[in-house]
């Protein structure tokens, strides 16, 4: 069975920094990544997926990730973070053949004024 | 806001108790779900339907008892439940077609078992 691993549980940072959040998984065929956001009291909202092409894929707000086959990773980063970046992210991945999502544990970020 | 509707946002339930969770889409979606949220946890997958047929069942106990009265619509009946049951239980959808839709979620309803 595929697992997600994301192995920052929370992040502290203050406004104007550099964001990147890790994400690794362990299937080795075809899959769909995604990173899914939280908000405090929100439902779950798409930040960006990838699927095939260009491993550098742009989501919204700002965000980015990068899809590294050879160390099976979709890192999700941000050039600058704002306060209303403050959620729970979360990297989940889909093999091709199962139409479900497995998600990693999740990564709390919480940014400063 | 989210296009997928749960109802109701928060339930309280005894553990005698029948009750139903309901999920509703109209992007004509035919591939719905029901996750599991249990606080600073990740969602958990619990079944999956597809053309209203049920795929997947990640090994729940019987005790929820999903249902797909038409490609708009998913219920999830709960029935003797445990404490340990209470979680924020998320219904999504997505487009039939494998590798080619992110799932959309609604915002859940919140379940307290007592």
């Known amino acids: 069975a595929q697992s997600v691993s994301q192995h920052n549980h929370h992040v502290i940072l203050s406004e104007a920094a550099s964001l990147e959040l890790g994400c690794n998984y362990s299937y080795g065929g075809t899959v769909n990544l995604f990173w899914y956001v939280q908000y405090p009291g929100q439902h779950l909202q798409l930040l960006l997926k990838?699927?095939?092409?260009?491993?550098l894929v742009k989501g919204i707000k700002g965000f980015e990730a990068e899809f590294i086959k050879s160390k099976f990773s979709f890192n999700l980063r941000k050039p600058s973070v704002q306060w209303s970046d403050t959620a729970e992210y979360f990297c989940a991945v889909r093999d091709t053949g199962r139409r479900a999502l497995t998600f990693g544990s999740g990564t709390r970020l919480q940014v400063q004024p | 806001d989210t296009e997928v509707t749960q109802t109701p946002k928060h339930l309280v339930m005894g553990m005698t108790n029948k009750k139903s969770l309901k999920c509703e889409q109209h992007m004509g979606h035919r591939a719905m779900y029901w996750y599991k949220q249990k606080a600073k946890k990740p969602p958990e997958l619990m079944f999956v339907y597809s053309y209203e047929k049920l795929s997947i069942n990640e090994s729940v106990p019987s005790r929820f008892s999903p249902e797909c009265p038409n490609s708009s619509l998913l219920n999830l009946h709960l029935h003797a439940l445990q404490p340990e049951d209470s979680a924020l239980y998320l219904c999504?959808?997505?487009?039939?077609?494998?590798?080619?839709?992110?799932?959309?979620f609604g915002n859940g309803t919140r379940l307290t078992v007592t």
């Open positions: 999504a959808s997505s487009q039939e077609a494998p590798g080619l839709s992110p799932l959309h």
């Open positions: 990838y699927f095939s092409g260009d491993p």
